[in-house]
């Protein structure tokens, strides 16, 4: 709370916290207007709320366009919903998330009191991150009282183009802010001086607490700053009228805030009518000493250099250095080059290795006998334990010193690291990519038929763990087989068998497939073909024991049906008929299809296929 007030807090909950107080509410209220404009505190009636059962389209789009600012912030929270609000006089659709902040419940509707909408593409409107205007998001200025993104933007980009343009324009720049008998001391030097004074002030602008201006050189250059920021403001045509107004606003009002109240009403009128002399402190002999002496007598040296903020070296003769911040960035950039370097010497390594698939009471391993003496390993997610979706880790890679231990787990393996499974891809064989696939599946095999087992089953007394188990196994499953394929369609997998359809599950059954039967089918209505993909995912693994390879795929004419093809390993066609017209049907039945026509694409009552031999050429099924 005291960090986030510090940054973003008003004066009255940053006083409430120093004397010792405990202001929760103040504190999420402020933040709330931060995070979440458009929302209030969820009161008793509002957190019982039960969600709607038929929302409109307008609060769908808020919940999605809400759903997705909180991801994309990074904002903490446990579920956001559409409720209903039912009071005497209307009944309306209401988006609440539930968690924000740890416990706290709020609450906002689609539409406002004044008509406007809470929410849309560019949700929230004046938060940093989810609008479609060039500025950059980010907290600039926040200390001083700006809150919109525009204003901090244009800050921001004033500190740096102030410098340059007081670098161009020298001398007569100053002219304008300098009184006449200071006009003598402009010089090459006095220009460099200054320019090192907008880069204090801008670094003054960017602390997470308030920083006087210590003396008129500094007035002048916040001065110059505020104005510079208002012009880049004029030049923004993304903004709508109440954003600009609100940041305009703000921008005046930082005026007041960063730049003493003689300066402001008595020099800045008369800079003509000023002398130097009237501002030169007593003792000081020299009036460009002036320039940077202590605007108050309590001021003292120029801010302290030792906060850990963004704060470049500074000096009034020297070029500003590296912030923290860029030198975090570039040490960041040299850790990813370093993982780009491991990652490829990895790559070398395994390609030399001759891998392997075993398997130690079901468990899928990837094992190659490395050339001093130790087994190389890898192990593939636990989808049984319910992978999460967004759990970016995937393979376990060790090098043990005999399959025992790398079966046991019974020693700490050398060289442990886990890789995403991008960077598995990447350095694990291509060639090997085939017993990458088997592993990953005969994962996903493990884990239906444990499903099916323990899901299957109704349990006495309405106990609950086993179908939730089930339930996590299942979205490990899922998770696993989206990760494959985003693989996949990222070009990192090299397999025959995926396809921009994903895998075609010819794991299955015999190396020798000699006839393929093709039936095509019609989804029912309103079934995508993702939903169908699924089904027949979950379907296929009943014939795993079965010497046949199945695959579907939507029809080339477009027109929605689907081609389901089954090559099988027989020795007559005799068989192959009886054992497509078996597996067709069942697949039919599971899935949940409509047989149509192979050729014409009407709908017909039977299953109707046909079987290519692919020794001798196309046969008709003599019950196809």
Known sequence: MAEWADRFGSGRLRLALEKGDSP???YLEERLQVELPGFALA??????????????????SAREAIGGYLDASGIRYT?????????????????RV?????EAAVIAFPTRPDGSDVSGDDYPVGVAGRTDSRLRPTAYGSAYGLRHPAAQEALRIAAIVSVDQLGDLGREELMEYLPPDAHDLIDDALVHDMVDTLYLVGWKFGQPRRLLLANLAEQIAGFILIRQAEGIL????????????QARLELDDLEQVVLDEEFLYEYLPSVDAQTLAEIVPSGLTSRRTALWAPWYAEGGEPSPRATGDDEPRWSLSEPPGMTARESVAVRSREREEEKEAELEALAGELAQLPWTLEFNHRDAYLLALRPDGYLASFCPPPAIHGAARVSPWAWVYGRYSSRDAAFGHTEEPQDDQILDWPEFFRVFPGRSHPLAIDAIFSVIEVALGWTRAVGGHALAAGAVTPFEQCAEALEGIVAMREQLERCRAAGLVRDERLTRFGVRHELFGSPDLRFVAEARFAPSPGQTFDEVQGKFNQAIYDFSPLPISLGIEPHEEGDGSLLVRCAMGVPSIEEADVLANEVISQILWRVGLQPIDLDEGEEIDDVGFKIVDLEHGEEESPGG
């Open 24 to 26: 929760r509410r103040l």
């Open 43 to 60: 009161m008793d009636d509002w957190e019982s709320m039960a969600p709607s059962p038929d929302p409109d389209e307008k609060a769908i």
């Open 79 to 95: 579920a956001c919903e559409i409720v209903r609000s039912d009071t005497e006089f209307a009944e309306q659709s209401a988006i």
């Open 98 to 102: 539930r968690g924000w902040e740890g």
């Open 234 to 245: 004029e030049d923004k045509e993304m903004l709508s009228t109440a954003g600009m107004e």
